[in-house]
């Protein structure tokens, strides 16, 4: 019996991301040093290449799975790519701490965070890979929409409605919980309020901040695995593994 093939390395994903990063880079910070070399000049383009990170695995990695071929290992592939752009997201985000004020535990809650989230991507898109033999084209769209919806559809609305969120000023500590709940709601705001905490260790509301973009990953990938078996494959004549 014919067998599908193994899944490949990305090595056109790793290309382009990596591309994504040096231009983000150069956009936001710039290969040129500021005026006043101290973390205050370097803090507003840092933030701005945290987000196009964000930007980046939530909205360009889909577009590009899920506008392409047809991949008969979807789920193994999906979680190969993760960990090659979460492997090339270390390589920024933890030196930044040298034009940061960030403590060591205000990176790795950034860092815990943007794993989630991208945990939780890595889930849709396990589901819109899918060889579907029937619909192809309405799961992948299904599956794009919930992306876009899942990185950015917080800020879109609430930026509408003028309220408070990141992007503008860092909250104070009277801000009530359910400004930060409405914050985890999305990577971008979510990361970018743990970027602004500046040189003070997290506090018990950032770390469940950046925790709950686990638990959203989990619910994701439980619906994931439930959905998975009623999407019919056109490689299910070849090969009924798991993928």
Not at 57 to 64: D, K, M, S, Y
Not at 67 to 74: A, F, I, N, T, V
Not at 185 to 214: F, H, K, M, N, Y
Request: with cysteine; glycine share 8%; aromatic share 6%.
């Amino acid at each position: 019996m014919p067998r599908l093939p193994r899944p490949t390395p990305p090595r056109g994903l790793i290309f382009l991301a990596s591309a994504w990063l040096m231009i983000a880079w150069g956009l936001t910070i710039g290969v040129k040093p500021p005026v006043q070399m101290h973390a205050a000049s370097y803090t507003p383009g840092v933030r701005l290449l945290l987000l196009s990170i964000g930007l980046g695995i939530g909205i360009a990695w889909p577009v590009v799975r899920l506008s392409g071929g047809l991949r008969p290992w979807p789920i193994r592939q999906t979680l190969l790519d993760l960990v090659v752009l979460l492997c090339l997201a270390q390589v920024v985000i933890w030196p930044l701490r040298l034009v940061t004020t960030w403590p060591p535990l205000r990176s790795a809650a950034i860092d815990l965070c943007l794993m989630g989230w991208s945990v939780a991507i890595a889930a849709i898109l396990s589901v819109g890979s899918i060889p579907a033999r029937r619909g192809l084209g309405l799961i992948r769209t299904i599956a794009m929409i919930a992306t876009v919806l899942l990185v950015a559809g917080v800020p879109s609305v609430m930026t509408i409605g003028h309220e408070s969120l990141p992007f503008t000023n860092r909250p104070g500590p009277s801000d009530p919980s359910d400004w930060w709940t409405m914050a985890s709601l999305s990577p971008l705001t979510a990361v970018d309020a743990l970027c602004a905490g500046g040189p003070t260790e997290p506090t018990l509301i950032e770390w469940q901040l950046a925790s709950r973009s686990w638990w959203v990953a989990l619910a994701l990938w439980i619906a994931a695995i439930l959905i998975r078996p009623l999407i019919p494959r056109i490689d299910a004549d070849l090969e009924s593994a798991v993928a």
